[in-house]
């Protein structure tokens, strides 16, 4: 069985043959992404409704802030993580052994569920005169860190468009807690975030300086969403945040929750029953969670093959036949 807590030690207790054997208990960690972000969260949500019944299944989960969905997949793969949150793009490419994961596939990633949806979302400084994803040309950019899905996407988006790293005045790798920081000291002209909404860095740049966020559309979008089954046109609708008057056209992935098939059937069958049956406490857990639906989230997104263990939780919910 893949267990990355080991069995709780004996406690010493007089003589050590009279001693009470502690109940075994298995510690599992949920890789997310920066803490102003939606991932990390995602995972604390997750690890809320697995820890509230532990006394009866014996599993304790824990959550960990990550460098995002590319890092997290990696680090599954490695064994160092039971679970992580991922771009549905990511889980695909991992899986079929494609972009950035054509020489490093991981035909074992497994899917758990899919969470909220996750417009690919440039935010700009007022005072910019950035109107368009083709306006960043010569501006000061903030690309994400590596390592994230976000980063990933950004090149994706990039290349689409025709550019380089050389196409920006600076490009910066600042993380999700950074960003918004940077955009209102003046340090950078915009950022792009893949996240969902509403997203505590976002608000914190639009509550602190003057902002907006700017269309991602055009015949490159177009072209991305019409190739790919894990890209959709995604809107964030006018007042989301403190001068977004319109909604705003882009596209986006969504936020799953992947595993792999080295992680015990028991322990991930534990997991993904203790939130779908709890999908009311899940979705107060964070506004982006609010219209969750538990027969789409068995399905959309998941590109990697379900776990068995979550195939066996939704089998007895009737979420799945």
């Known amino acids: 069985m893949y267990i990355k807590g080991k069995i709780a030690a004996m406690a010493a207790v007089g003589v050590a043959l009279s001693a009470p054997m502690a109940s075994a208990q298995e510690f599992i960690s949920i890789g997310t992404g920066g803490v102003t972000g939606v991932y990390y969260p995602t995972g604390g949500a997750i690890c809320r409704l697995v820890n509230k019944s532990r006394k009866e299944h014996g599993i304790r989960c824990a959550v960990e802030s990550t460098g995002g969905s590319v890092y997290n997949i990696n680090t599954i793969k490695a064994g160092e993580l039971e679970f992580g949150v991922a771009q549905s793009d990511w889980q695909y490419h991992a899986y079929n052994g494609t972009s950035t994961f054509s020489d490093n596939p991981f035909p074992e990633i497994r899917a758990v569920f899919s969470v909220h949806p996750e417009p690919f ?101 177009d072209k991305l969403v019409g190739d790919n089954p894990y890209y959709r046109v995604a809107t964030i609708p006018a007042g989301m945040y403190t001068g977004t008057d319109v909604d705003v056209t882009t596209f986006g992935v969504g936020a799953t929750f992947v595993t792999s098939a080295d992680v015990s059937e028991d322990v991930v069958y534990v997991v993904a029953k203790s939130v779908m049956e709890n999908i009311e406490d899940f979705r107060q857990l964070h506004p982006a969670f609010e219209n969750l639906d538990p027969a789409q989230m068995v399905k959309d997104g998941l590109s990697a093959p379900l776990h068995d263990g979550a195939a066996k939780a939704y089998k007895e919910l009737g979420l799945i036949e």
């Open 121 to 221: 979302t440039l935010i700009v400084r007022a005072d910019s005169g950035i109107e368009n994803f083709e306006g960043l040309e010569g501006k000061r950019v903030n690309i994400g860190n590596a390592g994230s899905g976000q980063r990933a996407t950004m090149e994706v988006v990039m290349d689409a468009f025709g550019f380089t790293m050389d196409s920006f005045a600076l490009a910066t790798e600042y993380k999700g807690s950074e960003m918004a920081k940077q955009l209102c000291d003046g340090n950078i002209d915009a950022m792009i975030y893949t996240i969902g909404h509403p997203a505590a860095a976002i608000k914190e740049a639009a509550t602190t300086c003057d902002v907006k966020l700017v269309d991602v559309v055009g015949e490159p979008i």
